[in-house]
């Protein structure tokens, strides 16, 4: 990005918009929250799997950023599509997996 405040702003909303879904998964009935959690998590582990089986870097503006790191361009993507693909799907899969336990103890309760 060429400018510091537009890439603030995309981060921002990035939080923001994360947040506000987050809000909204936890306020929602207990298997609309847990479809919403599965499906995302579909689509989180489809693009970690498009990035890190990619044959080329695809966001520019980080292409001479992970020379620090010692790694190219595409190994930094790499690394970040198998971060998408397996523990952050996992994230998902746990909390949906515990909304749909936690609904199932509540509805043999009752």
């Known amino acids: 990005m060429r400018s510091d405040a537009v890439f603030w702003l995309m981060q ?11 809000v909204k998964v936890i306020r929602s009935p207990s298997p609309a929250a847990a479809t919403g959690l599965l499906a995302t998590m579909v689509a989180m582990g489809a693009l970690g799997a498009l990035l890190t089986f990619a044959h080329r870097a695809y966001y520019a503006p980080h292409w001479l950023t992970t020379r620090l790191w010692g790694l190219s361009p595409i190994e ?18 746990i909390a949906a997996l515990t909304i749909l336990y936690r609904s199932l103890g509540n509805r043999a309760a009752a």
């Not at 921002?12 to 987050?22: E, F, G, L, N, Y």
């Not at 930094?76 to 899969?93: C, F, K, N, R, T």
């Open 12 to 22: 921002i909303s990035i939080v923001a918009t994360a947040a506000a879904w987050w």
């Open 76 to 93: 930094d993507q790499q690394i970040a599509g198998i971060i998408m693909w397996a523990p952050a799907s996992l994230v998902y899969l």
